[in-house]
């Protein structure tokens, strides 16, 4: 869809002009006749550059590819497809210019404008160049509309023209490296608490040793080979794996006029809540519950999967700092959602003192609820502790 076009005269064409309107002036003046056939063979030139810079750009098309999804940091790296149509006239130096606009949750108003240059496009034929950079901040950008433009063949005028392809990108949360000592905590049992587990089949766990058959034992876990030397029936046994639910809540608080430190210190909680997201997703195994306390409340939960690393991600990616205090309900939300005995852990960008009843009030007033909170694991992403168990990236 094509919105706009233009032709204008640039800068050099602008030079061109005036050259013309002074030898036109002294051919008037003077009544010189050379000066009026030399007027004429400039004017040549111009009338050329006019036609060709309208036919350059006539019946090309061009569209642009995103990639599925990216990280704060990651290269971004986008492709331009440009095909001409003609069947005939070849198109020479095309440049193509995108526009990159980071939305409200980017936290950025910068606009980025990358540009590919196609020096030549045959006629009939599609070509493809791609851009690069990096995109620091996590959130949402729009890509576009698309302008193609050329100067081509003498630079004496300038022909653009807007096409209305627009596109979405939401950046992920920038992941970081979790510490062994991270992984002991998250492994460890609670004394005392019983744990939520799923339990992996047979075969998903390490094979570790023989044992005579049983009934209802699978022929595929029988071991020939011992069966033949013993002339009985012997299975492999399997390690039974259990894995513990986790639930994650993230607490995104700034102050109203927040500084840099307070900005960091979201970012930071949100990139820990995400490598914990994605390294639970990875391992598998698991029921995950993310809890999100910004300015919109958002709550996912669902066994460890690419899917909901995808969904859990795009909210982290969109979460918005807020100076509302909402965590006492977020809270409550998520502990409403989970099964007895699972793992949950507090990521706030502030110090968080459960004990408070007054601001837990809607957890604390509940029988069910308060015995939560003396096992809720909380981490303050403003303190230097957190560096023990999460290494940015």
Known sequence: MRL??????????????????????????????????LFGMLAGPMLASWRLV????????????????????????????????????PSWVVVVQDFIRPQASAGSSQLIQPRVLFTFLPAGRTTSMTYRGRLTQRGLY?????????????????????????????VFPRLGRLTPLFNRLQNSAEPGVGQATRQQGFLEGEFYALRDWRSGDSRRWVHW?????????????????????????????????????HADAVELAVSFAASIVADLCRRGGRWL??????????????????????????????????????????????IDRIRPGTRVLLISSRGVDLSDSGRFETVWADERRRPWLSRIRVFDASQDELAEFFVPA
């Open 4 to 37: 706009l076009q233009r032709v204008a005269i640039s800068r050099e064409g602008w030079c061109y002009l005036v050259v013309m309107a002074f030898i036109l002036a002294g051919a008037l003046l003077r009544q010189i006749n050379l000066l009026v056939i």
């Open 54 to 89: 309208k036919a350059t750009l006539r019946r090309l098309d061009v569209k642009r590819n995103l990639p599925d999804s990216i990280s704060a940091g990651d290269l971004l790296i986008v492709e331009i497809v440009a095909a001409n149509r003609r069947r005939r006239l």
């Open 142 to 170: 729009q890509f576009g509309p698309l302008r193609m433009s050329t100067r081509f063949p003498l630079g004496l005028l300038w022909h653009s023209v807007n096409l209305g392809q627009k596109d979405e990108l939401i």
């Open 225 to 261: 080979r011992t069966t033949a030397r013993r002339q009985t029936a012997v299975v492999r046994q399997f390690e039974q794996q259990r894995n513990q639910d986790v639930a994650v809540v993230l607490d995104a608080w700034q102050p109203d006029k927040p500084r840099e430190e």
């Open 289 to 334: 519950c993310l809890a999100i306390a910004g300015r919109e409340h958002w709550l996912e939960n669902g066994p460890t999967s690419t899917a909901l690393l995808h969904e859990s991600m795009r909210g982290l990616a969109l979460a918005q700092a807020t100076s509302a205090d909402r965590l006492g309900d977020v809270l409550a939300a998520t």
